[in-house]
DNA sequence: CGGAAGATTGAGGTCGATCAAGCTACGTGG
DNA sequence: CCACGTAGCTTGATCGACCTCAATCTTCCG
């Protein structure tokens, strides 16, 4: 990133247990984050409880990142997490005067805002099939080693990511294994090896 | 490019029919533009033809800004619509350099990015009769004179908007004129007077 | 080994989609 | 001014994808 190497900004370190929120929804913002190691949800909620989860945030991702001051997402670690933090304070006293700073925020909204104009889509228009497929090809593009896509979140997390219930999750990940398109590694159910990654692109429809 | 063409582009100023296509999807950025007078629909399609409508621009909006110099949406007129135009490149000439500038595009960006937030959540868990209710507020919010909220899209396009079908549209706002909390001005389905906003928002459970 | 959390699978219900018919508004030309 | 055609809206009937409820199974830990 680029704001590590100035000096003006303080760097530090912080580790979340699995479960734990890093930060609540309309509180202010006194840093920003980077994931250096874990994952991080990222969601709203309505009063009733129903979960919208916007983004998964893996190692690399920088998060938290908001203009006016208050979070607009509350934040939880998926698994134990450790966070670069940011003190959003030194990005504002620079931010001013420097512009390729300035630019750098400019960017990484405008990678949020990119991502959230495809999950549009997807929520507005996709099947739940066609869901799953593209979380997938998602998923395998940012985390997958090996060859293995060892998923970091629980089925009811991907539900609420995908707008749809953790049963149907279930449902359509043993149809793409049915189909030969996916298999699951020996005792673990979040470890997937993508058998067809062509077939299952040709499940996500993008375009 | 339609505009390019045009001798009205020198006073930086164009008007689009009703239904005509102001840029595509995928084409290069050449321009930013900001609405005068009219409505203009910004979507995406899946191959087959559904269509996911991700923001209406009202006058005084901007729009077509994108970092990377490609569109992401296809934006058309809804109805006649007059838009000023700024070339992009006059910006990126001096967005390294001009701190004030390149924060401004940051602000427009944030902007469209919290709309997609919020939009996310009522395509992911809203019910049909709490997405409706949230888009008659917030068109009541950004276009209502006279107390009258005039509907410039057609039904088609709202249930594109709301992830819905033009059908369920139709039947929420029949469901909502029957509970008092909304009327329709004779003679015309686009002009809706809001009879009870507080009850309107109750179903909208924001947050 | 025992309990809890998470995943799968089944059965049945429901909300919204689809298919279809009619209605209303509106523009066009006689 | 009216007949007519068309586009858009409403309403009804039926269908189906997804949700809900529930039972069972697996994995993971203490």
Redesign the interface.
């Known amino acids: 990133m680029t704001a590590a190497s100035n000096p003006t900004v303080s760097l530090s370190e912080f580790t979340y247990r699995r479960g734990s929120e890093i930060y609540g929804e309309k509180e202010p913002a006194e840093y920003i984050y980077q994931v250096k190691s874990g994952t991080v949800r990222s969601y ?5 409880g ?3 989860i ?1 983004a998964f945030h893996v190692p690399g991702d920088t998060f938290g990142l908001t ?2 001051g208050v979070h ?2 509350t934040t939880e670690a998926v698994t134990d997490t450790t966070v670069r933090l940011i003190r959003r304070e030194s990005l504002d006293a620079v ?5 390729t700073l ?2 750098s ?3 990484m ?2 990678t ?3 991502h ?2 495809d ?3 997807l ?4 099947t739940s099939l066609e869901r799953v497929a593209a979380f997938l090809i998602e998923m395998d593009r940012r985390l997958t080693a090996a060859g293995v896509l060892a998923l970091p979140m629980s089925r009811r997390d991907i539900a ?1 990511y ?2 749809m219930t953790l049963e149907i999750v279930s449902r359509s990940l043993s149809h793409l294994r049915a189909l030969g398109i996916l298999g699951f590694i020996d005792n673990n159910q979040r470890h997937i090896v993508l058998l067809d990654r062509q077939q299952l692109t040709g499940f996500d ?3």
Chains 1, 2 share one sequence.
């Open positions: 709203k909620l309505l009063s009733d129903r979960r919208q916007n203009n006016g607009r997402f931010a001013g005067s420097d512009g300035t630019g925020l400019l960017d909204t405008t949020n805002l990119r959230a104009e999950h549009m889509l929520l507005g228009r996709k609420d995908l707008g429809r993008r375009n």
